[in-house]
């Protein structure tokens, strides 16, 4: 006995329609797939891109943050420009001191406000007998301050050419206390009401 299979051509259209379907799936999955991932492979570069910045983002803050510790430190170390010479108050400053220090043979003199174009300067000379760290201490002292002092010129004599570090020195220290009138309130704008005369 032979089984013959009949096939009924509605039967056959309806394999051959799924035949087809899966035909056309396999096909679209397979054109389709580089299109899809290429969008995913797209927004995950644009992921990557992103982070990339955010890290680098974040290594700018840090470098722009140590730059900002640096520059603070800098101005830390600016000295001070008063808007007066405060004079009287920095001669009795560095008596003080140089009491302080035991330097008994002294003199300060100064001369008159010398213009330096935007800011203005009083000269002093301090004359003194002292040995080595009396002069040391004064100098350092000098540098210390919070304005800004010019150092001229530092002239150390010894009367022992052949022991100085042991002997008494004649010292004599020119400087300029620095000072610019144009900042005391008020100098601005008087400065611009002359200016617009």
């Known amino acids: 006995m032979s089984h013959e299979t009949q096939h009924n051509p509605a ?63 800098s101005a830390e170390s600016i000295k001070h420009v ?17 009491e302080a220090l035991g330097i008994q043979d002294r003199e300060i003199t100064n001369g008159g406000s010398v213009d330096l174009g935007p800011a203005m300067s009083i000269p002093m000379r301090i004359r003194m007998t002292s040995g080595f760290p009396g002069v040391y201490e004064t100098i350092g002292w000098i540098e ?8 001229q010129r530092v002239q150390i004599k010894s009367k022992d050419l052949d022991n100085p570090w042991e002997t008494e020195l004649e010292v004599e220290i020119t400087l300029d206390a620095i000072f610019d009138p144009s900042l005391q309130p008020g100098a601005l704008a008087a400065a611009n009401q002359e200016a617009s005369r």
Do not use: C, H, Y
């Open 144 to 151: 210390s301050l919070p304005r800004l002092i010019r150092v």
């Open 11 to 73: 039967q056959i259209k309806v394999v051959a329609g799924w035949a087809l379907l899966l035909l056309i799936g396999i096909v679209s999955l397979t054109w389709l797939q580089p299109k899809m991932l290429g969008g995913e492979n797209d927004r995950l570069e644009a992921l990557r891109l992103r982070q990339d910045r955010a890290e680098d983002g974040a290594a700018e803050i840090r470098t722009l943050s140590n730059e900002l510790t640096t520059i603070k430190q």
């Open 82 to 98: 008063p808007a007066d010479s405060q004079f009287a108050v920095l001669i009795q400053d560095l008596g003080n001191r140089l």
